[in-house]
Structures are given as C-alpha cells and as structure tokens.
Nanobody, 117 residues
Framework: QVQLVESGGGLVQAGGSLRLTCVVS??????????LGWHCQTPGKQREFVAL???????TYSGAVKGRSTITRDNAKSTVYLDMKNLKPEDTGVYYC?????????WGQGTQVTVSS
C-alpha cells in the first residue's frame, strides 16, 4: 500500500502564498515511475484537479492555478510540493495529494487551505 501525508495548509490572506507538502511512503516499485498530483475539494463540489507532476517530469496545471502555482517533486525525498502564490478566496478547500501505482490510486487525508478576503 501507498501512504501519502500532506501538510502545509492553513489560513492565509488573499494575495498570500503557501507551500503544500506531500510525503509518499509504503510499497512503491519506484517513486520516480509514479505520477504525483494535487486535487482540491470545496464543500458541495467534487474533488477537482489542480496540478500533476508526471513520472517523466512533465507538469500540468488547471486553468485556475496556472501561472500562480508550481508543482515540484523530489524523488530522493519521496516528496511532492505545491507552491501557491497570489492566493484567492476561491482557492479555499481541502487539498489532497494523489498518486497512481500499478493500477491503484491512492489519496492522502488532505490539508485545509483557507484564503480570507
């Protein structure tokens, strides 16, 4: 099984910045061969894609965060980061780390981000 543990959420004013961190552990064939991503869920809505760092170092962002967020991965530390700047109230939600390994999708427990106006 794969475990993902997020941290770094909190309360921030609009225009501020946050760094979210996700540490991956468990039975993984190779950390460098799995995609690592972030999704966000707000009350009453489905979990939505935010950013992805693929196994081959490609990066993809949602339109909502593109230009304001950067996803990076440190395979040596089994960690993926999401740096968010110029935060907006609509960025508020629970941010989940996600990966997919050998047919199984694994999610972290989430970290709350609240952006006040």
């Amino acid at each position: 099984q794969v475990q993902l543990v997020e941290s770094g959420g909190g309360l921030v004013q609009a225009g501020g910045s946050l760094r979210l961190t996700c540490v991956v552990s468990g039975t993984i064939e190779s950390i460098s061969s799995i995609p690592l991503g972030w999704h966000c869920q707000t009350p009453g809505k489905q979990r939505e894609f935010v950013a992805l760092a693929s196994a081959v170092d490609g990066k993809t962002y949602s339109g909502a965060v593109k230009g304001r967020s950067t996803i990076t991965r440190d395979n040596a530390k089994s960690t993926v980061y999401l740096d968010m700047k110029n935060l907006k109230p609509e960025d508020t939600g629970v941010y989940y780390c996600v990966t997919h390994d050998r047919g199984v999708t694994s999610w972290g427990q989430g970290t709350q981000v609240t952006v006040s106006s």
